[in-house]
């Protein structure tokens, strides 16, 4: 992927804002679509406020910082996207939706443009099939916060070329993060291992085994990991965690990726972990809390 090629990234939340932010920080230039407004603008902030704290801690310039902001362009129309030589999708975590986004951008785009989705979980040939692209077609998965975390998952579905495949590891490496080769299974690598874990966690908060605080000290403690992973669910959100086990279990058919009922209730309750608030924490207090359930 050379210097000028132009990146477009589809979805503009969390994770499309930062995908957004470090192929700016790169030099790419960036056009970055989401459905409204509103959302753009939320997500042009969140750039903009995580750039900002790279500058306090003297790791980016300030003439950096503006010239990352000036490589990205915000735009409603899914049409824009087809001057673009990659684009990254990071929408809603749902097959029908994503596959209706390829299937536009398909009749738009260049048959030379790749694309590559974001997603965690999903096939990436089911995705792909709806294209006339599948040997362009690949996934990047990137990892919250995408500035901070160094690791993006390239994966490999059963008509992706050699050439795309390529192609998106040298754009992961421009970016300055480390690529990992990854097959087409469900949960590729990282989330195949980590999910089970999560959800193991969770299950011993359920049956009594321990408390919250208990758990995380745990593994913390115990094993030197950085955060618990109770923390870590509320970190990643525990409706995305819900819906990653839901298709690990629809596509392995093992009772360790079946999410618990404890946690579908905490999700259906709002509760959905630092994004909203509270989760297996109370994200109000300073430092945060562990809930009563």
Request: glycine residues 8%.
């Amino acid at each position: 992927m050379t210097s000028t090629a132009k990146v477009g990234v589809l979805g503009c939340g969390q994770m499309g804002s930062g995908i957004a932010q470090v192929a700016s920080v790169a030099g790419f230039d960036v056009l970055a679509r989401d459905v409204s407004d509103d959302q753009l603008a939320r997500g042009k902030k969140a750039i903009e406020a995580s750039l900002g704290k790279f500058v306090e801690k003297g790791k980016l310039a300030p003439e950096a910082r503006d010239a990352a902001l000036g490589r990205i362009r915000f735009t409603t129309s899914l049409e824009e996207l087809a001057s673009c030589d990659l684009i990254i999708e990071a929408v809603t975590e749902d097959l029908e939706l994503k596959n209706r986004q390829w299937t536009a951008l398909d009749l738009v785009c260049r048959p030379e443009t790749i694309f590559a989705s974001n997603t965690s979980s999903l096939s990436i040939i089911a995705m792909a099939t709806v294209t006339g692209r599948p040997d362009r077609f690949l996934g990047l998965h990137f990892f919250n916060p995408v500035p901070m975390m160094p690791l993006v998952e390239v994966v490999r579905s059963v008509a992706t070329s050699q050439e795309t495949i390529e192609a998106g590891t040298a754009f992961v490496r421009r970016l300055g993060k480390e690529p990992i080769a990854a097959r087409d299974s469900a949960g590729f690598i990282v989330n195949l291992l980590l999910i089970p874990y999560l959800l193991d966690a969770a299950r011993a908060v359920e049956r009594g085994v321990a408390s919250i605080r208990d758990v995380d000290l745990g593994m913390t403690l115990g094993c030197g990991h950085p955060m618990g992973p109770l923390a870590l669910l509320d970190f990643v959100g525990l409706d995305t965690a819900v819906k990653v086990g839901e298709i690990l279990y629809e596509e392995f058919r093992e009772a360790r990726y079946a999410p618990p009922p404890l946690l579908k209730r905490m999700v259906l309750a709002g509760w959905l972990g630092k994004k909203s608030g509270r989760g297996f924490y109370d994200w109000s207090t300073t430092p945060p809390t562990p809930v009563s359930l």
